[in-house]
């Protein structure tokens, strides 16, 4: 096989895929919490490009057919005939758990792959050893449950439902499930192996697997080419339907995409009981014509004797020839643009779904932005306003003749209490407007001022209180200038006094608003870094994010 446009391929897409990586590090560098929508993002994005590289590296790899169908449709024979030997045993009990891989190499051995993804390797002889105790497990646990439903059954007159329900207790109880999800025959077989990973997957039988859909799926999107397998006395399988409409409804993107071969096994059974081979054709093709690039009829069982036997009359009735030369004209020609294709649309069906959280992102984003921006404008032109309104205040509450008419005290109390009052709804508005997340850390204004407390304050009193004493006392004609002298230092005094305790308030006052204006601007700086960066970083932040947005939408407009 000419790997070289593969290889192409390949370098083009890990460069791309570096260049995601590298973006997607600046991210995270900017990143300061672990329940920010930016760390959401970059964990949606770094899982999905990590899946998608796990995929792309089969592009190194031989192209992957992979055989799917229901448990008893004859998908072991029909490997061993591609094989032409007899390399996978076939089973009493359909194989529900796991997927066989069949690797060509010089070394024969097997490789078991669990669950938690961990492996092993073992001799040819001892890994069979192996899969073979887990198939008596499994068929010793399945005997089980049966025999435990039979007993709880005889002599019982039980709904159906009750039954359902216990039988369903004793499965999840008892039945054995292997932690084995992948097993790979490394076999030294020349011929197909030489252009193809073969791959057996579990059964799609519904009473034997669940979550087939989903699991069907999932084999399907790593398949590069598929063998569908169909019985020839069960053609109309609403299974087999339900899941095929699933495929070309969500994963097929147009008729050229099909890479599906059906093959109807066992038509020797079809043949003793009917001629007419053509009106079974005929049937599948109205039945399935939309969704398989090739269909073909097979014995299985009639090739695999034939080549044990050396029987070329066999072989050539169980027409293995053209289901070998439908995968050499449908797929191993066009292997290599097949497998480009197959991962071009992944990366598209990847790109699609990463570009819109992107967008989600980029919209919340901007919005917050705009939101940042414009609680900075509205703080700058509240704290002037504030700053004007209390000195007006403070100018008409401090001043001689009001302070001279009225008890100051009251007064004092009066204007402190329009001053906290003020700065308290200035602070709740601009404090609402300049958070960005629901994470809470409220801290405790302390805005009191104590004015009457205040030195100034008791001095001005004390002289306030003396000028109208003096005022009110009655005097010779002789002592008016004398009184009025003394009047006119006393207010001198008092206005003197007015403008030092006037100073004092607004320096106390000036000095609070600036305290509550740093406080506003750290929550709306600290709140936008929880939900997103540093607001000083977004120029690079938004680069860093565009970059990853046109590499994607590369992937996700230009190809699959």
């Not at 460069?15 to 997607?24: F, G, P, T």
């Not at 059974?269 to 097979?298: A, R």
Request: proline content about 1%; charged content about 30%.
């Amino acid at each position: 096989m000419n790997y070289s446009n593969r290889d192409k391929v390949y370098e083009e897409i890990v460069y791309n895929i570096e260049l995601l990586n590298h973006n997607i590090k600046n991210i995270k560098i900017q990143i300061f919490s672990k329940s920010s929508q930016t760390y959401e993002l970059t964990t949606i994005i770094e899982k999905a490009i990590n899946e998608t590289f796990k995929n792309i590296k089969e592009l190194k790899k031989p192209f992957l057919l992979f055989v799917i169908g229901s448990g008893k449709y004859g998908k072991s024979t029909i490997i061993n005939s591609l094989l032409e030997d007899n390399i996978l045993q076939t089973k009493d009990i359909p194989n529900t758990w796991k997927l066989d891989l069949l690797i060509h190499s010089n070394d024969r051995k097997i490789e078991i792959i669990y669950d938690d993804d961990s492996f092993q390797s073992f001799s040819y002889e001892k890994g069979n050893e192996i899969l073979k105790n887990e198939e008596i497990k499994s068929k010793d646990s399945k005997i089980f449950v049966k025999n435990e439903f039979q007993k709880y059954k005889n002599g019982k007159n039980l709904k159906i439902e009750e039954l359902k329900l216990y039988k369903k207790y004793l499965e999840d109880k008892y039945l054995y499930k292997s932690n084995i999800s992948e097993v790979r025959h490394y076999i030294n077989k020349e011929g197909i192996l030489n252009e193809f990973i073969i791959v057996d997957t579990p059964g799609l039988n519904q009473n034997l697997l669940k979550n087939t859909k989903k699991r069907m799926i999932d084999y399907y999107k790593r398949a590069d080419g598929v063998i569908w397998v169909l019985d020839s006395q069960n053609i109309v399988s609403k299974s087999s339907n339900d899941l095929l409409n699933e495929l070309k409804e969500n994963y097929l993107i147009d008729n050229k995409n099909n890479n599906i071969i059906c093959v109807v096994n066992k038509i020797d059974i079809i043949k003793k009981k009917e001629n007419d081979l053509f009106k079974v054709k005929d049937k599948i093709n109205k039945l399935y014509f939309n969704y398989f690039k090739d269909i073909v009829l097979i014995s299985s069982k009639e090739a695999i004797k034939g080549y044990i036997k050396n029987d070329k009359n066999l072989i050539k009735s169980s027409n293995i020839k053209g289901l070998k030369d439908s995968i050499d004209i449908n797929f191993k020609r066009y292997s290599e643009d097949m497998q480009i294709r197959s991962k071009f649309k992944n990366l598209k069906l990847m790109s699609n779904k990463i570009i819109k959280e992107i967008n989600n992102y980029k919209r919340n984003l901007y919005s917050d932005i705009y939101k940042f921006d414009e609680a900075k404008r509205i703080l700058d032109e509240e704290i002037d306003i504030i700053r004007n309104y209390l000195l007006n205040h403070i100018n008409k509450f401090i001043s001689f003749d009001n302070l001279i008419s009225n008890n100051i005290k009251i007064e004092l109390n009066n204007l402190e209490y329009i001053i906290v009052s003020e700065m308290t709804k200035m602070y709740n508005y601009l404090k609402n407007i300049s958070i960005f997340d629901t994470d809470s850390d409220e801290c405790k204004l302390n805005l009191e001022f104590n004015i009457v407390k205040i030195k100034e304050t008791t001095n001005l009193e004390n002289l306030i209180l003396e000028y109208k004493i003096s005022s009110n006392k009655n005097t010779i004609d002789l002592n008016i200038i004398k009184k009025k002298r003394n009047n006119e230092r006393k207010i001198y005094t008092i206005k003197n006094s007015i403008n030092i305790l006037k100073n004092i308030i607004n320096e106390n006052v000036f000095k609070k608003i600036l305290e509550l204006e740093q406080i506003i601007i750290n929550k709306r700086k600290t709140s936008f870094r929880r939900k997103y960066t540093d607001y000083e970083l977004i120029k690079d932040h938004l680069i860093y994010i565009n970059n990853i947005d046109s590499i994607l939408k590369k992937w996700g407009d230009d190809n699959g």
